[in-house]
Nanobody, 116 residues
Framework: QVRLVESGGGLVQAGGSLRLSCAASGSIYGINNMRWYRQTPGKQRELVAAVTYGGTTDYADSVKGRFTISRDNAKNTVFLQMNSLKPEDTADYYC??????????WGQGTQVTVSP
């Protein structure tokens, strides 16, 4: 069973930076896409950024130029570097991994709060 554990959330002032990490553990035979989503109360979970095994990235328009997703395949870890944070970036951030077996795995989430 694959498990994802996020870390790095917290409270930061607008304009600041945070780096989220998500480490996969368990019976990992390979991970294809890894993604970061975020969710605020009463809203649907939205895709923030994605990275393929080969390193191709994609971003939501709202974070382009501010967030950078990267991964370390050897360590089965994905990162989200968040710069120039805005209050509207406040949300619970979730890591997601599509395993080669087809399983779609979610982390437990980490909270990010950006104060004005």
């Amino acid at each position: 069973q694959v498990r994802l554990v996020e870390s790095g959330g917290g409270l930061v002032q607008a304009g600041g930076s945070l780096r989220l990490s998500c480490a996969a553990s368990g019976s990992i035979y390979g991970i294809n896409n890894m993604r970061w989503y975020r969710q605020t109360p009463g809203k649907q979970r939205e895709l923030v950024a994605a990275v393929t095994y080969g390193g191709t990235t994609d971003y939501a328009d709202s974070v382009k130029g501010r967030f950078t997703i990267s991964r370390d395949n050897a360590k089965n870890t994905v990162f989200l570097q968040m710069n120039s944070l805005k209050p509207e970036d406040t949300a619970d951030y979730y890591c997601n991994a599509l395993v080669v077996t087809g399983a779609n795995i979610w982390g437990q989430g980490t909270q990010v709060t950006v104060s004005p």
